[in-house]
């Protein structure tokens, strides 16, 4: 049996970090062809490098039946009307699923099935753990005018892709629209034609 001090994770939900682990930041200039309107993109990174979200991760070695977890915090803003958000992956073993959980601000999810492209916007907020099924590339989006913090919990060997979605992005993007965020198929958006 492990110490009473290994069975508990001691996280801060309005810093996103977690006692003991390292914080790996990603900044506005590591999102580059992520968000649907380049120009707005480059304007904003030409002004400044801002800090989008952070991720303290707890992936120790074990076994198969082990689960690691992440407590992730994402600063409020937008590019252009696309708020700020994770880069978003795959798990690199495909059928491993996610719990995801708010533990303060506002967030939205973009869920994307990989096979057929379908996609779905879900609401991350407390009181409502979002389920992220195996084969479904996931991205996390803060909707709220305060930072977002939440914790993901996935298999041991879910590992993270990130190449398809670098590849591809999503098929859809997350804007805000009359105030509210609304699900917008990238290519019907007039940015599009700047992509290659
Ligand atoms: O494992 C997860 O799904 C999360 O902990 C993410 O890693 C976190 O939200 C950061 O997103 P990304 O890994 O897409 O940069
Ligand atoms: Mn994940």
């Known amino acids: 049996m492990l110490d009473v001090e290994q069975l508990l994770s001691r996280f801060n939900p309005a810093t996103g970090e ?5 914080v790996v930041k990603r900044h506005l200039g590591d999102l580059r062809g992520c968000f649907a ?3 707005a993109y480059e304007a904003a990174l030409a002004q400044s490098n801002p800090l989008l979200y ?13 689960l690691h977890y992440g407590v992730g ?11 700020f958000m994770t880069k978003g992956h795959l798990h690199s073993w495909r059928p491993a ?11 939205m999810m973009l869920l994307e099935d990989e096979a057929t492209g379908e996609s779905r916007m879900v609401e991350l907020l407390p009181t409502v753990a979002v389920y992220v099924p195996g ?9 709220g005018r305060t930072p977002l913090t939440y914790l993901g919990v996935y298999p041991a060997k879910a590992g993270h892709d990130y190449a398809a979605i670098a590849r591809n992005n999503f098929r859809c993007a997350i804007l805000e629209r009359h105030g509210k965020p609304e ?14």
Request: a negative charge; zero cysteines; aromatic letters at 8%.
């Open 54 to 66: 952070s991720v303290a991760a707890v992936e120790p070695a074990g076994g198969d039946g082990d």
């Open 37 to 39: 309107d380049p120009k």
């Open 73 to 83: 915090m994402i600063m409020p803003g937008k590019i252009g009307d696309e708020y």
């Open 18 to 22: 977690i006692s003991g682990v390292p």
């Open 97 to 107: 699923a996610e719990f995801y959980f708010n533990l303060a601000g506002k967030g």
């Open 183 to 196: 699900l917008i198929e990238r290519k019907t958006l007039p940015s599009a034609a700047s992509y290659p």
């Open 135 to 143: 084969h479904t590339a996931h991205r996390t989006m803060n909707v």
